[in-house]
C-alpha cells in the first residue's frame, strides 16, 4: 500500500512540474481564469524598487522591474556585506554592573543609562550593513509606446514575467533563480522570428554617501566575447577593514542573430531569443573566514551548467522549488475582485469582499521564506535578501527584539520546518562572540546575545543602552530552536542543540538578581523593547552614545524578560528529562523559574509592561513586547489564564490597529490567539490599505520589511489552525467572510500534517498524517469519528469537544463528521 501510495504522489508532482511548463499564464490572466491565491499581476511596469517582483534561491536574489525601454533587475548575493570578521565584545565591563544595577533599583534610570553606555556598549557601537550587489540593465529601441502590457509572478512555479507588444511584436522576459544550479535566469523571446535585440549591461553599485571615507570599489568589464562582469571589494565601515571581494557575472546564450562585447556593454542583434545566465559569489567562508575564492566558484558554476539547456535549467529549478512550495496550500472563497491586478485588488478591499486575497497573502509569505532562507544559505534578514541601497534602513541586518523572529513565526506551521536551518545555525554561531559578551560584559557564564546582529555575528550591545539593555535577544532565538524540536521530535537534533539552550540558560540564572521585596528574581538592567517608560526618574535628555536628544528605555524586570525566560527555562527542564541530562540542576533552573516575576495587571487595567507601574511615554506603541507571553510565547493564555484575558485586551485596544507592518501582522496573531477572528481581519485589511506594498512586501511605515509579510502568513495560520496548548483547534478565529475554505499541509506541534476543509464555517474534512507516530488530541469543532486504513479508530472524547486517539508513524488518519 505504501509503494502505490507514493508512486501516486511521485506521479502527481510529475505532472504538476509539466503542468508548470505548459501553462500559458498570460491567457490564463486574460480569460481570468488563473489561480488568484498564486499569482500576482500588474498592467504597469514597477515605478519604483519597491513595487517590483522579487526572485530568489535563498542565495541570490534579484528584483524585476518589468519595464519597457529599459529593463532594470537589481540583484543582491547574501554574503555581500559591509566590514571583514570583527569583535564588538569591550574587556571588563562586568566591573561596573553592581552600580548600574544598583542605580537602577534606586529609580535613576538615566544615571543607570549613561553609565552602561560607557563601559558595557559594544565597540564599535554600530555594526555591518546588507549591500546591493548590481543592476542589470536592459535597453531596448522602439519601446517607447506598448500595449498590451502586463506582468506576474506566479507562485507556483516562482517565476515572474513581463509582456508587451511593440511595433507589432510580441515581447516576453521571464526571470527565475535556480537553486540547483545557482543562477538567475532571464528568458527574452518574441512571437516574430529575429526580432530580440539589445543592449545589455551590469552596473556595480557603490556607497556614495560615503565616498568622503568610503573605499569600496567595483570594476566593470566585457568578459570574453559572451559575457559581462563587475568585479568589486566591500566597504571598509566603522573602522573595520572591508574584507569582502566579489563578483556578478553574466553569460548570454543567444539563439540566431550576432552577439558582440565592446567595452562593458553586450549587444544582441536579430536573435530568435536569448537567455542571459547570472551568478556572483564573494570570498566569504564563514563568520571568521573570508578565504573563498569568489572567482573560482562564479567560473564553476557555469561551467556546471556547459550543456544544458534552458529548459533542463527551468524544469529543474521549478521542481526543486515545488518541492518546498507544494507542501502546503491555503484557498479561500474567490470574487470578482480576486482576478483584478494586485494593487488595484488590494485598493479594492475596503469596498469588496476577496476573501481569497489573505490566502494569497499567505502563499506569498511562504514564497518569500523559500525564496530567502534555504539549508545552507545564510538566514533571511530585514528585508529578506533583497535590497538596492548600500545605506539601507537599519543596515538591512537582523533585528532580534521583534524583526528577525517573526520572519520565522510561519516557518514550521507552513511546512518549511528545513528553511528554519540557516536561522538555527546562526543561533549557534552567536554564541561564539556571546560567551565573550557573558562573560566580559556581565561576568557570567553561558553566553549572551543582545538586539542585532550581522554577516560576521557579533553580539554585544550595540546602537545604544536604550536598545542594547535587551539581553533576552539570544533567549528569544532559543526558544525558537525548541519550536523546531516541538514540530519534528527529532531527538538527534536536540542533542545537538540541548548544549545551545543550555547555555543560554546558564547565563541568566547568574544573571538574575534579587528584587528588593526578597521574592522575585528579575533581570538588571533590562528593557522593553524601543518603548520608554513613563515614571519618576525618566524623561528625554542628549544621549552622548548616539547623539541625539532622545529617552532611554532602561530598567529592570521588564515583563517581556519574565515571559521570555519563563518559557525558556520551561522548556530547558523538559529538554533535560527528554534527553535525562542534567536533572539536579533542571531542578534549580526550575525553582528559579517559580520566582520570576509574574504577568501583573496594572492601575489601569492593562497587562504591566514592565515590573513598576509605570505609563508609557508613546501612546501608540508599534511593539506589543509584553504580550509575548500570548503570542508567540507560550505563558498567557485564554484557556489557562482566563485573569489575564481582559488585561491583554486592554494593551490591544489601548495601542489600537494602525502602525507598522510587523505591528500588524503581531496582532493579529494575538487577536487569533483570543479567538476573535473578525478583529484579526479587520487588521488584515488595515494592513493591505496602510502597510503592504503592490507587491505584498510589508512596509515598516515606509522602508520595504520581510517581517510584516511573515507575520501575517504566522497570523493568517493562528486564525485557521492553533496547537501550542497540547490540542490542535481548527478554527479557533475563523472571520465570517472566511467560511468556506481549504488549508492542506499545515503543521502541528507533535509533528502532525494536516489537510482541513470547511463550508459555511464548519469542518467538513480532516486528515491527519502523524510523522513520529504521537497521541494526537484534536478539537475540529464538530462531532466524529476516526478512521485510518479502512479501520475505526478508538478515540478519546473530551467536554471541550477535542477527541483523542493512538496514531503510528507514517500512518494518516480521517476525521469522519457524524
Not at 544598583?102 to 529609580?107: C, D, K, N, T
Not at 565616498?211 to 563587475?230: K, P
Not at 514540530?487 to 547555555?503: A, H
Not at 515590573?611 to 506603541?621: P, V
Amino acid at each position: 500500500m505504501k509503494k502505490r501510495v507514493l508512486t501516486i504522489i511521485c506521479a502527481v508532482v510529475a505532472v504538476s512540474v509539466v503542468y508548470a511548463q505548459k501553462t500559458d499564464v498570460s491567457k490564463l490572466i486574460d480569460a481570468q481564469a488563473f489561480r488568484p491565491e498564486s499569482i500576482l499581476w500588474y498592467d504597469t511596469p514597477a515605478g519604483k524598487w519597491e513595487e517590483a517582483l522579487p526572485v530568489g534561491n535563498g542565495r541570490l536574489g534579484a528584483m524585476v522591474f518589468g519595464k519597457h525601454g529599459e529593463e532594470r533587475i537589481q540583484l543582491n548575493e547574501e554574503t555581500l556585506w559591509s566590514g571583514g570578521p570583527y569583535s564588538t565584545v569591550v574587556k571588563g565591563g562586568y566591573s561596573v554592573l553592581p552600580e548600574i544595577q544598583r542605580l537602577i533599583f534606586a529609580g535613576k534610570p538615566i544615571e543607570a543609562h549613561k553609565l552602561f553606555g560607557r563601559h558595557l556598549m559594544g565597540n564599535p557601537v554600530e555594526q555591518m550593513k546588507y549591500q546591493c550587489l548590481a543592476n542589470l540593465h536592459l535597453f531596448f529601441e522602439n519601446e517607447k509606446e506598448v500595449s498590451g502590457y502586463k506582468r506576474w509572478l506566479d507562485l507556483g512555479t516562482a517565476t515572474t514575467h513581463v509582456e508587451y507588444t511593440a511595433h507589432g511584436v510580441r515581447y516576453r522576459r521571464e526571470v527565475f533563480s535556480s537553486a540547483l544550479d545557482q543562477v538567475i535566469a532571464v528568458r527574452l523571446t518574441a512571437d516574430t522570428p529575429g526580432m530580440v535585440s539589445f543592449r545589455a549591461q551590469l552596473r556595480g553599485v557603490r556607497n556614495t554617501a560615503h565616498s568622503n571615507y568610503g573605499n569600496d570599489y567595483f570594476r566593470m568589464d566585457g568578459m570574453g566575447d559572451d559575457g559581462v562582469m563587475v568585479n568589486g571589494k566591500s566597504a571598509d565601515y566603522l573602522g573595520v577593514e572591508g574584507k569582502l571581494r566579489y563578483r556578478a557575472q553574466l553569460r548570454a546564450v543567444p539563439e540566431g542573430g550576432s552577439m558582440e562585447v565592446v567595452g562593458d556593454e553586450l549587444f544582441i542583434e536579430g536573435a530568435d531569443a536569448v537567455t542571459l545566465y547570472l551568478t556572483a559569489a564573494t570570498n566569504f567562508m564563514n563568520y571568521r573566514d573570508v578565504s573563498g575564492d569568489q572567482v573560482a566558484r562564479v567560473e564553476e558554476t557555469f561551467d556546471a551548467i556547459k550543456g544544458k539547456s534552458y529548459q533542463e535549467i527551468r524544469n529543474a529549478a521549478i521542481a526543486d522549488y515545488r518541492s518546498y512550495y507544494d507542501r502546503a496550500s491555503l484557498e479561500l472563497s474567490t470574487s470578482e475582485n480576486s482576478f483584478l491586478p494586485t494593487d488595484k485588488r488590494m485598493a479594492g478591499l475596503e469596498t469588496g469582499a476577496d476573501p481569497n486575497l489573505a490566502a494569497l497573502a499567505y502563499n506569498f509569505g511562504r514564497y518569500l521564506l523559500i525564496s530567502s532562507s534555504r539549508p545552507g544559505t545564510q538566514p533571511a534578514n530585514l528585508q529578506g535578501i533583497w535590497n538596492e541601497s548600500q545605506n539601507p534602513s537599519w543596515d538591512s541586518k537582523y533585528t532580534t527584539n521583534i524583526n528577525t523572529e517573526m520572519n520565522y513565526w510561519p516557518v514550521e506551521t507552513a511546512n518549511l520546518s528545513d528553511c528554519a536551518e540557516p536561522l538555527i545555525t546562526m543561533v549557534k554561531e552567536l554564541t561564539d562572540q556571546g560567551r565573550e559578551v557573558a562573560r566580559e560584559h556581565y561576568g557570567a557564564s553561558g553566553w549572551v546575545f543582545h538586539q542585532n546582529t550581522d554577516l560576521w555575528r557579533v553580539a554585544a550591545p550595540m546602537d545604544g543602552p536604550t536598545w542594547g539593555t535587551f539581553t533576552v535577544g539570544g533567549a528569544w532565538l532559543t526558544t525558537h530552536l525548541w519550536e523546531h524540536y516541538l514540530y519534528t521530535l527529532d531527538t538527534e537534533y536536540l542533542e545537538e542543540i540541548y548544549p545551545v539552550i543550555k547555555g543560554c540558560v546558564d547565563f541568566f540564572m547568574d544573571f538574575l538578581v534579587e528584587h528588593p521585596n526578597g521574592t522575585w528574581l528579575v533581570t538588571n538592567p533590562s528593557n522593553s523593547p524601543e518603548n520608554p517608560p513613563k515614571g519618576p526618574g525618566y524623561h528625554y535628555f542628549f544621549d552622548e552614545v548616539p547623539a541625539f536628544w532622545y529617552f532611554t528605555t532602561i530598567c529592570y524586570g521588564a515583563t517581556m524578560d519574565m515571559q521570555i525566560l519563563t518559557d525558556l527555562f520551561g522548556y530547558y527542564a523538559e529538554a533535560s528529562a527528554i534527553l535525562d541530562r542534567d536533572r539536579d540542576y533542571a531542578k534549580q533552573v526550575l525553582a528559579a523559574r517559580a520566582r520570576l516575576v509574574p504577568p501583573l495587571i496594572g492601575k489601569d487595567g492593562t497587562l504591566q509592561e514592565w515590573t513598576e507601574d509605570y505609563e508609557q511615554l508613546e501612546e501608540k506603541h508599534r511593539h506589543f513586547s509584553h504580550m509575548y507571553g500570548l503570542y508567540p510565547g507560550n505563558v498567557i493564555s485564554a484557556k489557562r489564564t482566563p485573569e489575564l484575558v481582559n488585561a491583554c485586551k486592554a494593551v490591544l485596544e489601548q495601542r489600537g490597529d494602525g502602525g507598522t507592518g510587523f505591528s500588524r501582522g503581531w496582532k493579529m496573531a494575538l487577536w487569533a490567539r483570543l479567538y476573535d477572528g473578525e478583529r484579526a481581519c479587520r487588521i488584515f485589511k488595515g494592513y493591505i490599505r496602510d502597510q503592504a506594498y503592490p507587491q505584498l512586501f510589508a512596509k515598516c511605515y515606509t522602508p520595504l520589511q520581510v517581517d510584516g509579510t511573515f507575520g501575517v502568513t504566522a497570523g493568517i495560520t493562528e486564525m485557521l489552525m492553533q496547537s501550542h496548548e497540547g490540542v490542535i483547534d481548527l478554527l479557533p478565529a475563523l472571520p465570517e467572510n472566511w467560511s468556506d475554505g481549504r488549508f492542506d499541509g499545515v503543521c502541528a506541534r507533535g509533528a502532525f500534517e494536516l489537510d482541513i476543509e470547511w463550508k459555511a464555517g464548519v469542518v467538513s474534512r480532516v486528515t491527519v498524517l502523524s510523522k513520529k507516530g504521537e497521541t494526537c488530541r484534536i478539537n475540529p469543532r464538530v462531532t466524529v469519528e476516526i478512521m485510518s486504513d479502512g479501520q475505526w479508530i478508538r478515540s478519546k472524547k473530551y467536554k471541550d469537544g477535542s477527541v483523542e486517539f493512538k496514531t503510528k508513524a507514517g500512518a494518516t488518519y480521517t476525521l469522519v463528521q457524524k
